[in-house]
């Protein structure tokens, strides 16, 4: 039988070490999410730079060019 001195503690401290431990990874998972998704942008950005149709590609000047 349970002793009515003994509070119910040790219950609540699991759910809310639990808690703590749920809400630190899904800290962690919108964290990872919001870093991949800036890794994602970044690079559909350079390669929609790389497309200049109306304009001449960037290159470096030949040596005979310097002359």
Known sequence: MTDPE???RPASRVSESYRRKRSKNVALLILLFALVLVFYA????????GERRDQQPL????????K
Not at 59 to 65: A, F, K
């Open 6 to 8: 003994m509070p119910h």
């Open 42 to 49: 970044v690079t559909i950005i350079r390669m929609g730079d």
């Open 59 to 66: 290159r470096r000047p030949s040596i005979d060019e310097k």
